[in-house]
């Protein structure tokens, strides 16, 4: 089916009616959330709480590693485990990575190998989210052609972009806002309470919405198993009376 134009009235239309595009902003809204939030707090976390820029680098260094490695290593993955373990992957392994960072804080703040260790368990689990996303909002496409009977390719993919445009400058406007109401003070020593405000952001923050990006995919998100196979059948349908129509017709 060709994609067919879309008026701003029908995208606003396409957004609101389409309860499965509405969830799949809602899952890739908190994720990216939670690692923007993590990503803007992390230098004065290293800097003031673990008391190491150079574990900063190590940290940030592994983290993008692993989130190539997620990403590419995500079809194989996906061929083993279903989607929803797939997410359950994605939002379980940042999740201990966060844990150790918490506990290697207070144990072992400059130690190369835990921390390197942590940056690649936060990021590896969201090159995984991205590529879940991705699959996520092709079935979306085709649920909106289910529904609504266009497909609308670029209006849905285009979504994910401005998302994480979007959620980039929230998290560094929570970062702002989450500084000042620890009590930091730049260039200087933080008080107690002040690291551990930045620990709560660096860390619970994260995790928190880590949780609950997963819960929303998993209680939320119905395009799977029998009802997505029947997604698809009815659209295989259709393209086969289309067809047949155009072959009468030629």
């Given at each position: 089916?060709?994609?067919?134009?879309?008026?701003?009235?029908?995208?606003?239309?396409?957004?609101?009616?389409?309860?499965?595009?509405?969830?799949?902003?809602?899952?890739?809204?908190?994720?990216?959330?939670?690692?923007?939030?993590?990503?803007?707090?992390?230098?004065?976390?290293?800097?003031?709480?673990?008391?190491?820029?150079?574990?900063?680098?190590?940290?940030?260094?592994?983290?993008?590693?692993?989130?190539?490695?997620?990403?590419?290593?995500?079809?194989?993955?996906?061929?083993?485990?279903?989607?929803?373990?797939?997410?359950?992957?994605?939002?379980?392994?940042?999740?201990?990575?966060?844990?150790?960072?918490?506990?290697?804080?207070?144990?072992?703040?400059?130690?190369?190998?835990?921390?390197?260790?942590?940056?690649?368990?936060?990021?590896?689990?969201?090159?995984?989210?991205?590529?879940?996303?991705?699959?996520?909002?092709?079935?979306?496409?085709?649920?909106?052609?289910?529904?609504?009977?266009?497909?609308?390719e670029s209006v849905t993919f285009s979504i994910q972009t401005l998302l994480v445009k979007f959620t980039?400058?929230?998290?560094?406007?929570?970062?702002?806002?989450?500084?000042?109401?620890?009590?930091?003070?730049?260039?200087?020593?933080?008080?107690?309470?002040?690291?551990?405000?930045?620990?709560?952001?660096?860390?619970?923050?994260?995790?928190?919405?880590?949780?609950?990006?997963?819960?929303?995919?998993?209680?939320?998100?119905?395009?799977?198993?029998?009802?997505?196979?029947?997604?698809?059948?009815?659209?295989?349908?259709?393209?086969?009376?289309?067809?047949?129509?155009?072959?009468?017709?030629?």
């Amino acid at each position: 089916m060709k994609e067919e134009k879309t008026s701003f009235k029908k995208l606003l239309h396409i957004i609101s009616k389409n309860d499965q595009l509405l969830v799949a902003i809602a899952v890739i809204l908190t994720f990216n959330f939670a690692m923007q939030v993590m990503t803007g707090v992390s230098l004065y976390y290293f800097l003031y709480v673990a008391g190491s820029k150079s574990m900063f680098s190590i940290f940030t260094m592994f983290a993008g590693i692993a989130e190539i490695s997620g990403l590419f290593l995500f079809p194989w993955i996906a061929k083993h485990l279903n989607r929803n373990q797939v997410y359950l992957l994605a939002s379980l392994i940042p999740t201990i990575g966060l844990g150790l960072l918490f506990v290697i804080g207070y144990l072992a703040p400059t130690n190369f190998v835990l921390t390197a260790i942590a940056g690649y368990g936060v990021k590896f689990g969201s090159g995984l989210q991205l590529g879940i996303v991705t699959v996520v909002l092709a079935d979306v496409v085709d649920y909106g052609e289910y529904k609504f009977g266009t497909r609308n390719e670029s209006v849905t993919f285009s979504i994910q972009t401005l998302l994480v445009k979007f959620t980039s400058a929230m998290g560094a406007l929570l970062t702002g806002f989450a500084l000042n109401a620890t009590g930091y003070i730049p260039n200087a020593v933080q008080t107690a309470s002040t690291q551990n405000g930045i620990r709560f952001v660096m860390i619970g923050v994260p995790i928190v919405f880590v949780a609950l990006s997963f819960m929303i995919y998993k209680t939320k998100f119905k395009l799977h198993g029998a009802y997505y196979d029947k997604i698809m059948n009815v659209l295989a349908l259709r393209k086969e009376k289309l067809d047949e129509r155009l072959a009468n017709n030629s």
